[in-house]
């Protein structure tokens, strides 16, 4: 469990100078007004959606994959909006990492915080079920303002970005969990505690089942809310977060805990979990992140990629 963001002069090698300076920059963009951030966030979104062919590519391939009733012009306006939306994101993440509690606090609003708390009130953990919603780092810092908890990440391999995510996410959460420690996410739960868990991803072949997800029969999904949840005595509750239409502000919501979770029948739990999931995603499509290869294990190690 990470508790704290460890700088060392390690960081001050040369090699990171060009990656320090970077930082300072963006850091700079923090002064600005959110709508302005915004505006220049979907510039260059529209400018990477030009340079970053194998991107386009992906995200086009996954909107087609899972809307294929859905009108061509429809989608290569969702695709143009997902871009400015993903270029927006960079200043999400400045915010997050970066404002102070009070700004954050100006351009907030929380629903359902009353679910997280009475649940934890009781006894008992909480595995927050969220989606790769653009502005998810944003809706961390925002929940940390009412109720800290326990992130789980994945590790960066570059020393300097590891330090500034731990540095950054920490002013949201009492500590980290690298996503691979199941037995302290465990321990988090019991303590009571609540942790941040998505299942929207393609993890690999190991410990998933191909279920439905949107239009795409066998979807590669893992099935650890299940045993999370068993194993850790938990109550899992729906979360979303959102940047609103005017990009003036950003809204959280918890759903009601999920009734009879986990069940006996992990596939039914695993599939029940996808339609949540996309129930979420489809409360702002253009917000989620489209960009990921969420198809790309198929069910047999000798079926053709879908992104060919």
């Not at 087609?64 to 306006?77: H, I, S, V, Y």
């Not at 934890?120 to 810092?141: K, N, T, W, Y």
């Amino acid at each position: 469990m990470v508790e704290s963001a460890q700088f060392s002069s390690h960081l001050c090698h040369p090699k990171y100078w060009l990656l320090w300076f970077g930082v300072g920059i963006i850091r700079l963009t923090q002064l600005l007004p959110l709508r302005l951030q915004m505006k220049i966030g979907a510039a260059i979104g529209r400018f990477v959606m030009v340079v970053a062919g194998s991107r386009v590519n992906t995200a086009k391939r996954n909107l087609a994959l899972c809307f294929p009733d859905m009108p061509e012009a429809e989608r290569k306006t969702l695709l143009k909006r997902n871009f400015e939306e993903t270029g927006k994101a960079v200043f999400d993440s400045v915010n997050a990492w970066w404002w102070s509690n009070e700004r954050v606090q100006q351009h907030m609003t929380i629903k359902g915080e009353h679910y997280l708390r009475e649940t934890l009130d009781s006894g008992q953990g909480v595995i927050l079920f969220a989606v790769h919603c653009l502005p998810l780092e944003m809706g961390a810092r925002v929940l940390g303002q009412f109720q800290p908890g326990v992130g789980v990440y994945r590790p960066h391999n570059n020393a300097v970005m590891e330090y500034l995510q731990v540095k950054g996410r920490l002013r949201s959460n009492k500590a980290l969990v690298p996503k691979r420690d199941i037995r302290q996410m465990i321990r988090s739960l019991r303590k009571p505690e609540f942790i941040w868990y998505t299942a929207d991803q393609d993890f690999g072949r190991s410990s998933a089942l191909f279920l439905p997800f949107f239009a795409v029969p066998d979807a590669a999904t893992i099935t650890g809310a299940t045993s999370l949840a068993k194993m850790g005595k938990a109550k899992v509750i729906p979360f979303f977060v959102e940047r609103d239409a005017q990009d003036t502000g950003y809204t959280i919501e918890m759903l009601p805990p999920l009734d009879n979770f986990p069940g006996e029948d992990e596939m039914k739990d695993t599939l029940r979990g996808n339609q949540i999931i996309e129930s979420l995603i489809r409360r702002n499509l253009p917000q989620y992140m489209w960009l990921h290869r969420r198809f790309k294990t198929r069910p047999n190690k000798t079926d053709p990629s879908l992104y060919k």
